[in-house]
C-alpha cells in the first residue's frame, strides 16, 4: 500500500502562498520590463495613432506588410492571415493560427489589451494550467514586436479587425512532449525574453531612426538573421551574422564590409529589397522572397533607403569563421565543373550570370551563394525554387546524389570571382536532405 505524505494544515498554507508567490512573481516578471518607456526618440509617426478610422486601418495595412504577416499566417490552401502554416522549430511542428476577426476561430473577439499583451508580451488570452499566462512560442516574433509602439500595435488590430472574418479550423501542431506544454516556456522567457522598446540613439537623424525601427521591430529582421543557442533563443552578441533556417543560410546583413551588406552599395541592397533582386548581388528567394514579395516591396522606397543605412551603418560589424574546406576540395571542384555544365548553366548560364532580372538569378557575385555555410545552394538545389516570374526552379534532388550536390556547390562557391570556401560535404547535404524532406538519388 502507499502511504500519502500527510501535510498539515500550516504547511499547506505556506507552500501555497509560495507557489502563489512565484506565480505572481512571473507574470510581474514577464510584463513588468517595459514598465519604463523609453520610447520618446521613436520616429514620430510611430507614437500617436490617427485619429481618423479611414487613416488608422491605413496604418495598420502599412505595418502589417512591413511586419510581414501574411507569409506566416497563411497556410497552403488557406484564405490570408486564416493561418495552418506550419513552421519546423527543433521541438517539433508549430501551426499559425487564424488572425482574422473571425470571433470563433481567429482574434474577433480579443479586446486592446489582450492583443497588445500578445504582441507585446507574448501573452493570449486565458490561462494554461488553470493558472498560468497563455505564453505564445517565440516562433511568433514578439521578442521583436515587443519594440512596437502602442499606437503602432491599436493600428494593426484596426487593420486586422477589418478584414472579412474567416472561420477556419486550427491547423494542428505537433510540438514534443514536453515542449507541447506552454507553462515550460516560463524559464525559457526568464532567461531570454526582455520585453519593452528598443533604444534609440537621440543622435540618430530621422532616417536612421526609421531604419532601426523597420529593422528590429517591424521587420524582425534579426529573428532569421542571427544564430541561436541550443534553447533557440537569439544570440545578442552576434546579431545579424547569418543564420540556418530550414533548408538554407540566412546570411551575414550586418555592416561588415568583406562578409556583410557593408560593402553593398546602397543602391544594390534597396533594388534587392525594393525591387526583389537586381542580379548585381543576387535575388531573394524561399523566405526572403517571400518576405521581399509581401513586405519590402509594398512599403515606400524611401523606407527601404532607411533599412539599408541602419545596416550598412549602424549594426555592429560580425564576421563568421566558415567551416574549413572539404577534404577533396580541389577534386570535388573539378567534379562539379562538369556537373553544373550539364545540369546548371542552361539557366544559370556559362559564367553564373542567370538570365536577367526576376527570371534566373546569378550565382556570380551573389553573396548568398558564398556565405559561410554553403546551405543556399544545397537547398535550391534540393528544395527547388518557387519561380520570380514563370520560371521555377526544380528540385534535383532525385536525379543528384548527395557527393554530386556538394561538388557543384563547391564549384559554384569557388568560381566566376566567387570567393567562398568549398567546404561542402556529401554529410552536409545529407543533412539538409534531411530537414528538406527529400529522399536520395537511387541508382
Known amino acids: 500500500m502507499i502511504r500519502l505524505l500527510k501535510i498539515k494544515p500550516f504547511s499547506r498554507l505556506m507552500l501555497a502562498s509560495a507557489a502563489f508567490v512565484l506565480l505572481l512573481g512571473s507574470v510581474i516578471f514577464v510584463r513588468g520590463a517595459a514598465a519604463n518607456d523609453d520610447s520618446a526618440d521613436y520616429p514620430a509617426a510611430s507614437l500617436s495613432a490617427p485619429t481618423d478610422q479611414t487613416a488608422l486601418i491605413a496604418r495598420g495595412k502599412y505595418l502589417v506588410a512591413a511586419a510581414d504577416c ?4 497563411t497556410g497552403p490552401n488557406h484564405a490570408p492571415f486564416t493561418g495552418g502554416l506550419v513552421m519546423n522549430t527543433p521541438f517539433g511542428g508549430l501551426a499559425s493560427p487564424n488572425i ?3 470571433p470563433t476561430t481567429g482574434i474577433g473577439n480579443w479586446t486592446d489589451k489582450q492583443f497588445y499583451d500578445a504582441i507585446h508580451y507574448g501573452i493570449a488570452p486565458g490561462h494554461d494550467w488553470l493558472v498560468f499566462p497563455r505564453f505564445l512560442y517565440p516562433a511568433m516574433p514578439y521578442t521583436s514586436y515587443t519594440k512596437l509602439s502602442y499606437a503602432d500595435v491599436m493600428a494593426i488590430k484596426a487593420y486586422l479587425d477589418s478584414l472579412a472574418p474567416v472561420q477556419v ?3 494542428p501542431s505537433s510540438m514534443m512532449f514536453p515542449f507541447n506544454q506552454r507553462p515550460v516556456l516560463l524559464g525559457w522567457r526568464m532567461l531570454f525574453f526582455h520585453a519593452g522598446p528598443m533604444h534609440m540613439n537621440p543622435a540618430w537623424n530621422d532616417q536612421m531612426k526609421n531604419g532601426a525601427y523597420l529593422t528590429e521591430a517591424l521587420g524582425h529582421c534579426q529573428e532569421c538573421h542571427t544564430p541561436r543557442n541550443f534553447l533557440s533563443a537569439m544570440i545578442p552578441s552576434k546579431a545579424f551574422a547569418g543564420a540556418p533556417i530550414d533548408a538554407f543560410y540566412a546570411p551575414n546583413i550586418s555592416s561588415d564590409k568583406t562578409q556583410g551588406v ?12 525594393h525591387d526583389e533582386g537586381n542580379l548585381v548581388k543576387g535575388s531573394p528567394y524561399a523566405s526572403m522572397g517571400e518576405m521581399t514579395h509581401h513586405s519590402t516591396s509594398q512599403i515606400p522606397v524611401s523606407d527601404d533607403q532607411d533599412i539599408a543605412l541602419y545596416l550598412q551603418t549602424a549594426t555592429a560589424p560580425q564576421q563568421v569563421t566558415p567551416p574549413p574546406a572539404a577534404a577533396d576540395a580541389t577534386a570535388s571542384i573539378a567534379r562539379g565543373a562538369k556537373l553544373y555544365a550539364s545540369t546548371c548553366a542552361a539557366c544559370h548560364g556559362a559564367q553564373g550570370a542567370g538570365m536577367g532580372p526576376q527570371m534566373v538569378p546569378n550565382l556570380a557575385g551573389n553573396d548568398s551563394v558564398t556565405a559561410a555555410y554553403p546551405d543556399n545552394i ?12 514563370a520560371i521555377p526552379m ?7 546524389s548527395d557527393q554530386d550536390i556538394a561538388d557543384i556547390a563547391n564549384y559554384v562557391r569557388t568560381s566566376w570571382g566567387n570567393t567562398g ?11 539538409l536532405r534531411k530537414r528538406a524532406g527529400v529522399a536520395e538519388k537511387t541508382n
Do not use: E, K, R
Open 70 to 73: 501574411a507569409p506566416c499566417h
Open 100 to 102: 482574422t476577426a473571425d
Open 169 to 171: 479550423a486550427p491547423t
Open 262 to 273: 557593408g560593402g553593398w552599395s546602397s543602391a544594390d541592397l534597396v533594388a534587392y529589397l
Open 378 to 389: 544545397i537547398g535550391a538545389t534540393l528544395a527547388g525554387l518557387d519561380p520570380w516570374t
Open 394 to 400: 526544380p528540385s534535383f534532388a532525385a536525379q543528384l
Open 421 to 431: 570556401v568549398p567546404n561542402a560535404t556529401p554529410d552536409m547535404v545529407a543533412a
